[in-house]
Antibody, heavy 118, light 110 residues
Framework: VQLQQSGPGLVKPSQTLSLTCAIS??????????WNWIRQSPSRGLEWLGR?????????DYAVSVKSRISINPDTSKNQFSLQLTSVTPEDTAMYYC?????????WGQGTKVTVSS | QSVLTQPPSVSAAPGQKVTISCSGT????????VSWYQQFPGTAPKLLIY???ERPSGIPDRFSGSKSGTSATLGITGLQTGDEAEYYC???????????FGGGTKVTVL
């Protein structure tokens, strides 16, 4: 199983951060895995942002800290899932990872360094 | 300000043993399985231990995990220079309904 991340590394303040995580070797519609976004910064450490998963229907859970600004969406046609974070500020500058949760975060993407700056 | 508490650093000589503690609460470690991750600079975290004490295939048995109450421990025996890395504990918090991590522990081989 591999996760391949894509998306811009520079986002302007107040704009929307958008990242995609393409899955190979598993399915975004798996009924035993969840698909997560996690970020890491020196000031906040590892911070779980949210997840999407399928159990007869789609579910989404988000961290309270970003709940009003975040959206994680599956794309079954491309077997991938995406992260959108709106109204970003410099505090959203971090390394962003996608990760599969199969009893634990067992597979991680390579990471995308996102800088919020004008 | 991480939800789980880890010591910032531990160190030992090659061949020795280190243990890393991870302290939480009833609603996270006390209720859910704990995982441990190893991270080298510039790379993504890698799963080392899951379900408190299980090793994924390919992880040597020098690495071990345990849990008691609201605390968990990662042990590394036969310390090698290649073990110098940052180690994180993680679990789910059933009250906050979020994934939570420790602040990380830097292992130094003297």
């Amino acid at each position: 199983v591999q996760l391949q991340q894509s998306g811009p590394g520079l986002v302007k303040p107040s704009q929307t951060l958008s990242l995609t995580c393409a899955i190979s070797g598993d399915s975004v519609s798996s009924d035993s895995a969840a698909w997560n976004w996690i970020r890491q910064s020196p000031s906040r450490g590892l911070e779980w942002l949210g997840r999407t998963y399928y159990r007869s229907q789609w579910y989404k859970d988000y961290a309270v800290s970003v709940k009003s600004r975040i959206s994680i969406n599956p794309d079954t046609s491309k077997n991938q899932f995406s992260l959108q974070l709106t109204s970003v500020t410099p505090e959203d500058t971090a390394m962003y990872y996608c990760a599969r949760d199969y009893e634990s975060f067992d597979i991680w993407g390579q990471g995308t360094k996102v800088t919020v700056s004008s | 300000q991480s939800v789980l508490t880890q010591p910032p650093s531990v160190s030992a000589a090659p061949g020795q043993k280190v243990t890393i503690s991870c302290s939480g609460t009833r609603t996270n470690i006390g209720t859910n399985f704990v995982s441990w991750y190893q991270q080298f600079p510039g790379t993504a975290p890698k799963l080392l231990i899951y379900d408190n004490n299980e090793r994924p295939s390919g992880i040597p048995d020098r690495f071990s995990g345990s849990k008691s109450g609201t605390s968990a421990t990662l042990g590394i025996t036969g310390l090698q220079t290649g073990d110098e890395a940052e180690y994180y504990c993680g679990t789910w918090d059933s009250s906050l309904d979020v994934g939570v991590f420790g602040g990380g522990t830097k292992v130094t081989v003297l």
